[in-house]
């Protein structure tokens, strides 16, 4: 139920904080700059000065347009859609699948798809890699897995981090994001790891959200000690434990670090440019890599 601005029944969180108007169960420091009603990321609307709720935008209130000149906008400038995971929940759907062929047709799928620079490789009888001219391995290893750990790890983390990500971003800069960290998990891991070394995994694209997250997260003044331990003990991990591309980790993170700036810090009148360039600038990083990669093996 809607309440007035500056009701006393407001919901207060542990922290004093208020609670979104429409998720009470979420603290937030912003408010409707017309209103001036409590919004969490979900509910923020990019204005000229400051964020608006959804019903101010929606009615054009104190705008001097018609209720449908302004369209909800997201933090970073995506529209606002009525079902915010939606991406998140292909990807997941997407990886499953991709795992359980995996499963059904053995090792003969993986070994055809899997991130490998250069090597003989028996079951196909050739030499086989990203320096032979097989780039589209460095996109088709993000959605591959090498166990049920390994997959259950990475789904669950992207479902936790990806979610509200795609909630601020918009589909289509969430979708970007999550390409362009993991191509530059690929990327890096091609440059780096030993060529006849295969690698599988999200874990780039996911790194990339986290770092993509804290952003946002700085952006908007919350509290960014859960997310930089999480990403800290990620990391311990990341250099722990054995068999685990660190290349793809790291890679994925300076990507994401990089395009997710871009994306909540972007001004409004220039905000595609700055946004989609930032993408375009990593993904011509990643081909240089893989250039001087392929001239190294060849």
């Known amino acids: ?86 991406v998140t929940k292909i990807l997941v759907g997407l990886n499953l699948a991709l795992f359980l062929v995996q ?37 088709t290893a993000m959605f591959l897995h090498s166990s049920y750990m390994h997959i259950a790890f990475n789904m669950l983390s992207l479902w936790w981090i990806g979610g509200p990500l795609e909630a601020a971003l918009g589909r289509v800069r969430y979708f970007a994001l999550y390409l362009v960290s993991g191509l530059a998990g690929s990327a890096l891991t091609y440059l780096l790891e030993e060529p006849f070394r295969p690698s599988v995994g999200a874990s780039g694209a996911i790194f990339g959200l986290f770092g993509a997250t804290a952003i946002l997260m700085r952006r908007l003044n919350y509290d960014m000690r859960p997310v930089i331990a999480l990403l800290a003990i990620n990391m311990v991990i990341t250099f722990w434990w054995p068999n685990i591309a660190w290349q793809a980790h790291v890679g994925g993170l300076v990507g994401g670090v990089i395009v997710g700036y871009a994306m ?28 001087v990669r392929t001239a190294e093996l060849t």
């Open 1 to 86: 139920m809607d309440q007035a601005p500056g009701s006393p029944q407001e919901p207060q969180g542990a922290s004093g904080l208020p609670g979104c108007y429409r998720h009470p169960d979420r603290e937030t420091g912003i408010s409707c700059t017309r209103c001036e009603r409590p919004i969490c990321p979900e509910c923020m609307i990019s204005a000229s000065v400051g964020f608006q709720c959804p019903e101010c935008v929606r009615t054009g209130s104190g705008t001097g347009h018609a209720p449908t000149a302004t369209q909800p906008r997201t933090v970073a400038g995506g529209a606002v859609t009525a079902d915010p995971r939606l």
């Open 103 to 139: 499963l059904a047709v053995g090792d003969r799928f993986t070994d055809r798809f899997d991130l490998l620079g250069r090597a003989f490789v028996p079951e196909f009888g050739t030499v086989e890699g990203v320096a032979e001219g097989q780039w589209y391995r460095l996109v």
């Open 264 to 291: 909540v810090h972007a001004p409004r009148e220039r905000r595609n440019l700055i946004q989609y360039g930032s993408c375009a600038l990593v993904v011509v990083a990643a081909v240089v890599m893989v250039l």
